[in-house]
């Protein structure tokens, strides 16, 4: 009994024991359910020797995320170690969780974990093959940079693709001489003794690498000698960083569609895409803390800290002042956000966020000036840095920004002990940011000026000084100043600001000479009128001669009358005529300015409404401009592009006429006050978004001569009466001849449209107006402005805005009510797409507007085909679109093709500029 007793519970021990861990694990499964949170962290280690880290990493059951987040520390070693969930990767410095106190981006580069690889290979006689391989100790970490350094003798080393198994990388290690040791060879790393191989070249974040050895002396080891170590042993050394990231998802994108596991689970947390692949979470501007547990960010209410202040502050760089609040070295600043970099070169720069160069610093306005120095940031690092430095706000719009001390109340601010207002003479006021609330900053009083940060900083403004409304003694007083009226006897003389002795004057003596002379003066006026009325007479038709042929008018008129096809579209038109038909200009006749003149409505002699085009400006540059659309516009037909019907020259300035338009503009349209009963439809949108490209398509892809816009916008798409889209205003349009690909220009454009990539390099392509429709499709989206404001003032860019929103949100959030109404989730998801594609800061990643077009004319296609026939009767949603185009568009050529000219011409090609401008070349010679 005994002994089957006693083998009866080794029995259950050897059963259970494997289980035991299971049993384990099933417990902690059952957490599974609750989120972490300090409470239930409350007893996990933080430390390990000197070296922290906080959850999602931690030792110990229910203290980590998952396995990859396990940590152990052993503390028998003398100074303890720390690993990671593999528990042969030792961790060198603190494991650092994103945390909002600081700028985002340098906790970004924070967030590598630094390690130490090296492994050693034992050569052995008759084997010629060695390879090792690398894994990272988890699913969640990925080699960020890495450079190999394997030393040894008479090598090649292969870096073997993941996929493939062919060679990515090599390097060679030979030792031509005696006596080299690993450590001098591993420094240089040359190829005696040591070479290299380099991994940041192979794309992003590999977990697993594969290197391949092969000897080159066969098979014999030489005899042991001093270098020895380096002939029989092959030793891959690197100093390099593991990037870590919550790898439950992909990116942000996708923790919008499932949330389950989300990692960012504290209010007040927030989700940032991971270089690779992954995400982080990180506490909302104003709060810090630990953004993976539960109620971890916080407010901040650390408030402002002044400093010590050293009394060796350097308070300038370069010519720009820094005044305190600000710093550019330790104790020489408010708060850490305030800690700027001067570059410490033969022209110093002030950087703020280390990339804007600071002009001032308006120090009792609360604003910090700066300029985009727009070169060498690759795009990823911009959005990170872009408006996530804590505690300045501003749009990205506005070269200045303006900056909170700390994100408390004013009245929060005086509670606690440290208040940033010391200036006995200042006061704090709010700061508001287009997000809402945003913090507090020190101001001098009313009628003080200088520096409310530091001790007496606010001085005495002497009004008196500087101009005021004081008409007679000024004296100065603390903070304001009196006025007291002039003493009797005396009066104010306003250009020595002071009370002078008032003059005695013979009244009568002046009436009398300032009667007579008056009189005369009238009649010499009256009479030198009279003169030049007449001249003026008889000159005016010589000038309107001579304003013909300064406004190249001859040239014109020969170009115009040589083409016969030209003829009865342009034709030349007095003057005479055009004063009648716009009522001598009569101001209620503009329709609108523009960038390049402004335009009348007129009505012809035989009743032809049209729209005239007058420049403002006389300077030759303007006239240019003119010349030039007339050229372009005179060679081009197409239905989408406002046609010309001919212009005079023989005013001060030329004047176009065209085919008036009667429904405006689309921007009218989209952003006018719409009382209009011409709503725009989705249908409209896509069909006028189609159009546009079609033009466009059309003057790009033209044969002989390509013709740039320039200056796409929605105030120049004009709407007809049947709400077809015109494109107008070519006055900033450049002609190109095909073979070149670029021009360069003077920067032209409408802000809001305007191509960055053009914008710095003055290279103006076809994809600059690829651009612009880019923004066009946005407005017709989103309905909003190129530049709107959002509810407390700030300007706020279309397009910033845009490729912002896209990542976080999901573009049914973003886009118009009516939009969303009416378009269906695939179209808004394919607009926004191709807008995305559109704005794309390269030019060379753009879509041509030929693939623009067909995308467009693909989705209207598919709206048309899903459409029932019986839609049509329904008045109210019925389009605006008329048989002939919808007919036109059904066809859907992949061509550029011109509706109109498809009509008369049965080849399939594009009606082309090379065909209409060679004919009249040949016939003007
Ligand atoms: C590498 O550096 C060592 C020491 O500077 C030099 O002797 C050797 O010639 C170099 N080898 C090569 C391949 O450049
Ligand atoms: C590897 O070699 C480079 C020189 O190519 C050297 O700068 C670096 O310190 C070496 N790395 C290690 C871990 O020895
Ligand atoms: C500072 O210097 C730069 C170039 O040296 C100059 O462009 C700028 O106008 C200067 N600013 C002030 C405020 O003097
Ligand atoms: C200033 O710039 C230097 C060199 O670019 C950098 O090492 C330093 O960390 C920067 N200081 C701050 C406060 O950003
Ligand atoms: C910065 O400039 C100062 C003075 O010109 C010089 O003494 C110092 O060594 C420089 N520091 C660096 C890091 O270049
Ligand atoms: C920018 C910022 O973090 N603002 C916060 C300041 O604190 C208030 C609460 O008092 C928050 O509502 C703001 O969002």
Known sequence: MGIAGVLLVLFLLLVLCPLLPVLIMVRASGLKGTLPSAAMLADCPKRCGNLTFD????????????????????????????????????????????????????????????????????????????????????????????????TGCGFHAYLVGNETGSALDDCEASCPVEGITDMVARKICNGTGCCSINFSDYGFAPRTFHLKFVRHEHGKLKPRNSDSSLRDRIHITSSTSLQWSIVDQANCHYTEKNKTNYACISKDSRCLSADGFGYYCYCDDGYGGNPYILEGCSRDTTGYIPAQQKDDCTRSCGNVSVPYTFGLAEDCFGREIFYLNCTNSTSPVLLLDQYYHVTNINVNEGLIEYVDPGTGWDETVLTILQGQRLYYTGSNQTSSRQWAVANLTCLEAQQISRYACVSSQSTCVPVTSYRGYFGYRCKCKDGFHGNPYIKQGCEDIDECLAPNNCTGICLNTVGTFTCTDCPPKTEYDPTKRQCTPTKQQNLLIGIIIGLCSGVGILLLGLFVIFLVVTWKRNIQRQQRRAHFRKNKGLLLEQLIASDENASDKAKIFSFEDLKKATNNFDPTRILGRGGHGTVYKGILANKHVVAIKKAMVIEEDEINQFINEVVILSQIDHRNIVKLFGCCLEAEVPLLVYDFIPNGSLFGLLHGNSSSELALHWDDCLRIAAETAGALCYLHSSASVSVFHRDVKSSNILLDGKCTAKLSDFGASRLVPIDKTHVVTNV??????????????????????????????????????????????????????????????????????????????????????LAEMCLRPRGEERPTMKQVETKLQILQAKRLSARPVTRDNDAERKPLLNARTRANYQSLSVDCEDPASSSWQSSQNCYSLEQESSTSTTRRR
Not at 125 to 140: C, E, N, Q
Not at 803 to 810: K, M, Q, V, Y
Request: include cysteine; glycine fraction near 6%; proline fraction near 5%.
């Open 55 to 150: 959850y999602p990493f931690g030792i110990g059951t229910g203290c980590f995320r998952n396995p990859d987040f396990k940590l152990t520390c052993d503390d028998t070693a003398q100074p303890p170690k720390l690993f990671l969930c593999d528990g042969t990767t030792q961790v060198f410095q603190n494991i650092v969780t994103i945390d909002n106190f600081s700028p985002v981006l340098y906790s970004f580069l924070n967030l590598r974990i630094p390690i130490n690889i090296s492994h050693k290979i034992d050569m052995r006689s008759g084997v010629d093959v060695y390879h090792m391989f690398w894994k990272s100790p988890g699913r969640s970490f990925s080699l960020s940079y890495a450079q190999l350094n394997i």
């Open 748 to 833: 032209q454009g409408t802000h809001g449209y305007l191509d960055p990539e053009y914008f710095y390099t003055a290279q103006l392509n076809q994809k600059s107006d690829v651009y612009s429709f880019g923004v066009v499709l946005l407005e017709l989206l989103l309905r909003r402005e190129p530049i709107f404001t959002v509810h407390s003032g700030f300007k706020q860019n279309l397009s910033n805005y845009f490729l912002t929103e896209i990542n976080t949100r999901p573009v049914t959030e973003i886009v118009a009510a009516q939009v969303l109404e009416e378009a269906t989730e695939e179209e808004m998801e394919n607009i926004a797409l």
